[in-house]
């Protein structure tokens, strides 16, 4: 048996993606109990700030309409971080303040700032930084009761691990899928029309183009929400049928409708997809020389002919890079000579398709873009290799998704389990 230790890393990057429009400062404190969770309070205050951040972090202008529409959400959110705070100190786990500490640093790095700038970072955009810190500490101290809890439970054996690479043994062309999601979970029947009305929501907040990871972060009850809700690659088949067929034949880049499982509502995105077993020619190497001959977007047709011919002409001589070279020296046209080395799903898309079929030293036809003609040639290639999960991969693949469940589980079991009055 294998015993895996997750590094729960806080969801530090809430900053990042926050679309820096100044909040206003808040010229009356809203008074008011939203809810009552074992005795203690959420204010109303509470679910304002915190709107502040999620409305901010997800673009989203903050108007009463769009702080009415996510309030229970919001609202959600938080009593779940109030249980998780308790259920902390039930265990004594407490967040030292070198901890709060090393996540303001983080923020700062990944913000691009200076060391000790967090506290005007957050007052020269408006941001509640009391508000930052309180969900910067509840997701610290939930990761280090996972940890805890969790962790010592997780034993992958090993023929968990065989059956599974077995699996992609057997799975030669088969789709394997990068994907992030957002799980809302529907813990009671009642909760089923306020669910099922937020994820609609979400979906039309991010048509408007509010990034997926902001609203992950924000929203999902996932354990992967810290990632910004980066599930990792999935193989074709390994996730349940309602979710395989949401996936079935989208394209990178998009996101699902809300799909209804027995535990709640998803929403998938499809990052990224790629072949078990089979190259993907977009990540092969090339090294690339050039011949580049200038020539205005809008070159007469005399023009044009006349630069075409030279272009022909130097295609038909070049026997390799070496004459590439030699070439470029002595008509010195801007962009003649070394391209470098990039993967061939970097190049312009007019490119792609005549460099895959280029052998070493073969010239290409001329290329017409708007800067000019381009004769084109490989000196190197180092194709792409084709992907097989090793043991560690799998492992913790199977680990995270265990962790996943576990915690979903016992997040449940603590708001059954809890008086909640909602004022």
Request: charged residues 25%.
């Amino acid at each position: 048996m294998r015993s895996i230790f997750f590094s729960m890393v806080p969801c530090l990057a809430i900053l990042v993606m926050i679309i820096f429009s100044v909040i206003k400062p808040v010229e009356a404190q809203v008074v008011g109990i939203a809810a009552v969770v074992n005795d203690e309070i959420v204010s109303a205050y509470d679910v304002k700030l915190r709107q502040d951040i999620i409305l901010s972090s997800a673009g989203i202008k903050p108007t009463k309409e769009a702080r009415r529409r996510n309030r229970a959400q919001v609202l959600r959110a938080l009593i779940n971080e109030k249980l998780q705070l308790q259920e902390a100190k039930r265990l004594n786990i407490s967040v030292s303040s070198s901890e709060i500490e090393r996540a303001k640093r983080q923020i700062e790095s990944q913000n691009k700032l200076q060391a000790g700038t967090f506290s005007n970072f957050m007052r020269e955009r408006g941001l509640p930084e009391a508000a930052v810190i309180a969900q910067l500490r509840s997701e610290i101290v939930w990761n280090t009761v996972l940890r805890r809890k969790l962790n010592p439970k997780i034993q992958i054996s090993d023929e968990e691990i065989a059956e599974v690479l077995a699996r992609y043994n057997k799975a030669q062309g088969l789709q394997e899928r990068q994907i992030a999601e957002i799980f809302l979970p529907v813990d009671t029947p009642k909760q089923e029309a306020e669910v099922a009305n937020t994820t609609r929501r979400l979906i039309a907040q991010m048509k408007k183009g509010a990034p997926f990871t902001a609203i992950a972060r924000q929203f999902s009850q996932s354990n992967t929400a810290r990632n910004g809700g980066v599930v990792g690659w999935i193989l074709e088949g390994q996730l349940a049928p309602e979710l395989e067929t949401a996936l079935s034949g989208m394209k990178p880049g998009t996101f699902t409708k809300p799909i209804r499982t027995a535990e709640g509502y998803y929403i998938l995105f499809l990052r990224e997809l790629r072949r078990v077993g089979v190259a993907d020619p977009m990540t092969a190497e090339v090294t690339l020389k050039q011949i580049a001959l200038p020539l205005v977007k809008d070159a007469s047709g005399e023009a044009l002919q006349k630069q075409m011919q030279k272009a022909n002409s130097y295609a038909a001589t070049l026997k390799g890079c070496d004459d590439i070279d030699r070439i470029a020296k002595e008509i010195k046209t801007p962009g003649s000579g070394n391209v470098g080395t990039l993967k061939i799903g970097e190049l312009p898309s007019k490119f792609r398709d005549i460099v895959s079929q280029l052998q070493i030293g073969q010239a290409s036809t001329p290329v017409r873009t708007d800067q000019g003609l381009h004769v084109l040639m490989v000196c190197k290639r180092v194709e792409a290799p084709t992907y097989r999960p090793t043991t560690q991969i799998v492992a913790q693949s199977l680990g995270e998704q265990r962790l996943g469940m576990m915690a979903r589980r016992y997040m449940r079991d603590l708001r059954r389990t809890a008086v909640i009055d909602l004022r």
